[in-house]
């Protein structure tokens, strides 16, 4: 609401600040979709029976070995 009560401020200004916001969530979008699409594969290559070997628990654990900030490394 400042940006609306600053009458100085220029009509560019407030669509460039919203421009960014638009390709930030646009990041946040793909990043999710991509987060996704790896944990469908790894649901898929689960067998989700009493074995103990799990494909989920192995990427989450090799991500987290490997310094990944994401655990759900793309597949």
């Known amino acids: 609401m400042a940006l609306y009560h600053d009458r100085s401020r220029a009509s560019h200004d407030v669509r460039e600040i919203a421009a960014a916001h638009?390709?930030?969530?646009?990041e946040k979008v793909r990043e999710l979709q991509s987060m996704r699409s790896t944990l469908q594969?790894?649901?898929?290559a689960c067998h989700g029976d009493d074995r103990p070997d799990c494909p989920i628990l192995e990427d989450i654990a090799g991500a987290a070995h490997a310094g990944d900030k994401i655990a759900f490394a793309a597949a």
């Open 22 to 26: 638009v390709t930030a969530i646009e």
């Open 41 to 44: 594969k790894l649901i898929h």
